[in-house]
């Protein structure tokens, strides 16, 4: 039998790293790594993706849902510099991710070779935590290992870079010598506790407080029941940043959703007139949206201490897992016994779900494009998984679908990139096969690089437990958040070169791939299209023919964003009749008289 070389090690010592899955694209850089993914009977998962950044995609939506660290593999040169936006994705998300490269053979690097790319600096700052080129079998091991605790312990992207006659060597272990680094598997990782002494300020000025708001991100998502517990002592409600939007169910009375840009009225409010602040497991960036300078007194609780002290002027800054830091609260916290707050709270959240399922009901030409998030919200199952591209999916996203039971979901939150709405759920669907995935997608997503996909899906769906993976996409043939933005923020009429989109049949070349195909061109359709893509034996494509005329209105939005989107309008913009039509008879539905239980 053969000396296993330094690529059969790699596989080796990532399934001791309990990795289950690599998303990759071949190349001739890794050549000798996909010769021994041969040897392995395929162990760790090699998952074909169309494009290297879709791979790095699949890796982090796989980390998202999973907890688990992502891998991703990709050739030298080109397919190295395709990586970078879904690295510099969860670099922004802080999501785990490691990246194994290959490189020019040794012997060639410096010589101007074919597809010779500097790759460690390449990768400086995207896997700034961690980047090594492994030049010898020995250093391998602890290369591994340091990448994938690093991006665990750190949540960040980390990189390896293995030149292709190295990954081809017989593998040597590190010997007991001077300047050879052994290595050993495994971490026990610490909760980190909460400062005593700050615990007791922390509790004693939330205790002070008579207008509580709290505020949490994707770091509260497992102390739920702590947050819970919290928000009831202290009369809180509850907004949460976009990445935070499956911190905590949305059929809560007391939850006002979304913050920010893509964030509800009840959200803004309560930043508005709340005297105290607790932010637990959020960096949310507008500091616009959080409470005036001086306003409000404020404590901060945050695993990172990278993170920790941004974006208000907090008097407590607590670095803690947030599930210990809320219970070492709890037992110093005073239930409030004036309920007024909280009261008025739960109000404007029963009237603000009311309002944007009468905005989702507003006639449009042809489909309202929130009805599609609405009357998905109203049949989606409690163990789905959502995902949702950047752009104008993402509003509806934030603001029409009401998170219930054990639903999950997430989006590209602060590098904001087109084109991770698909490969999210695919990655999710390798993470929890058993469950149904949801993908909501622009058709300029889809045009980008949503389609190619769709093959990836066709591929490997026959491996999912639960074969469901439904992709609902948004088809206006406009490019139509960027139109919104150049009318509300600039006040420019649509240039049509760059806006319009050709048309595309998506359903159509869906079921020329053998998935289900559904076109929708009537909103009384919308329904029974859910229900029949739920009930499929195999995934499926919505191609949704909604109108782009309906306007992404901020229920904060300024007067000089109106101001500007009316100059854009009177400058000529095509859609002018047709928006001022859809925005009048969409922003009324917040002042129109409500049922009353």
Not at 66 to 80: E, F, I, L, W
Not at 397 to 411: D, T
Not at 542 to 566: F, G, K, M, S, Y
Request: glycine residues 10%; proline residues 7%; aromatic residues 8%.
């Amino acid at each position: 039998m053969a000396a296993p070389t330094v690529a059969d090690y790699l596989l080796a010592r990532l399934r001791e790293w309990d990795v289950e899955k690599v998303f990759a694209f071949p190349g001739d850089g890794i050549n000798g790594i996909l010769a021994a993914f041969g040897r392995a009977g395929n162990q760790p998962n090699f998952i074909q993706a169309r494009h290297e950044e879709m791979a790095a995609f699949e890796a982090v939506g796989y980390a998202k849902f999973t907890g688990r660290v992502g891998v991703c593999m990709a050739t030298s040169g080109p397919g190295a510099i395709h990586l970078l936006n879904g690295l510099y994705d969860a670099k922004l998300d802080h999501v785990p991710v490691v990246a194994i490269v290959g490189q020019t053979a040794r012997s060639a690097m410096g010589g101007s070779y074919q597809q010779e790319v500097d790759l460690p600096t390449l990768f400086k700052d995207v896997a700034s935590d961690y980047v090594q080129l492994v030049t010898v079998p020995e250093q391998l091991p602890n290369v591994l290992d340091r990448a994938i605790r690093i991006a665990v312990s750190q949540r960040a992207p980390t990189a390896v870079i293995i030149p292709a006659d190295v990954q081809e060597l017989d593998y040597s272990a590190p010997t007991h010598d001077f300047k050879m680094v052994p290595s050993s598997l495994g971490t026990a990782w610490p909760r980190v506790q909460p400062d005593d002494d700050a615990v007791r300020g922390a509790a004693r000025l939330l205790n002070e407080g008579t207008k509580v708001a709290m505020l949490i991100g994707h770091g509260a998502r497992g102390a739920a029941a702590e947050v819970r517990q919290v928000a009831d002592l202290l009369g809180a409600g509850v907004a949460k940043a976009l990445l935070g939007k499956d911190s905590l169910p949305d059929d809560l009375s007391y939850v006002t959703g979304s913050i920010g840009l893509l964030g509800t009225r009840p959200s803004y409010e309560m930043m508005r007139e709340c005297d105290t602040l607790l932010t637990v497991g959020s960096s949310f960036p507008y500091t616009q949206f959080m409470p005036e300078p001086g306003q409000a007194r404020g404590v901060q609780i945050d695993v990172d201490p990278k993170m920790i002290g941004l974006r208000y002027d907090y008097e407590y800054n607590i670095v803690a897992d947030a599930g210990a830091a809320l219970r070492a609260l709890i037992p110093h916290l005073e239930r409030k016994q004036e309920r007024s707050w909280r009261e008025g709270i739960e109000g404007k959240v029963a009237r603000w779900w009311e309002t944007m399922r009468a905005e989702a009901m507003v006639s449009a030409d042809p489909v309202n494009p929130m009805r599609v998030f609405a009357e998905l919200s109203d049949r989606l199952p409690a163990d789905a998984i959502v995902t949702a591209d950047s752009g104008s999916s993402a509003n509806w996203y934030a603001r029409q679908l009401k998170f219930h039971g054990e639903v999950r979901g997430s989006l590209s939150g602060n590098l904001a990139t087109m084109g991770p709405g698909v490969p999210y759920a695919i990655g999710a669907k390798f993470g929890h096969p058993d469950r149904p995935a949801i993908a909501f997608a622009g058709d300029g997503a889809m045009q980008m690089n949503g389609l190619a996909e769709l093959i990836t899906v066709q591929r490997y769906w026959r491996n999912w437990a639960d074969p469901r993976l439904i992709v609902a996409i948004l088809h206006n043939n406009d490019l139509n958040q960027v139109t919104w933005e150049m009318r509300a923020m600039g006040g420019a009429p649509s240039f049509h070169e760059s806006q319009t989109l050709p048309d595309v049949d998506y359903a159509g070349f869906a079921s020329s791939l053998g998935l289900q195909g559904i076109t929708v061109d009537n909103p009384d359709d919308l329904g029974p299209a859910w229900e029949k893509a739920l009930g499929a034996d195999r995934p499926a494509v919505l191609d949704v023919r909604t109108d782009p005329d309906i306007p992404p209105i901020p229920p904060h939005a300024t007067l000089e964003q109106a101001l500007n989107t009316a100059k854009a309008l009177a400058e000529g913009d095509d859609s002018a009749w047709g928006i001022m039509k859809e925005g009048v008879k969409t922003k009324i539905q917040e002042f129109l008289p409500h049922r009353e239980d």
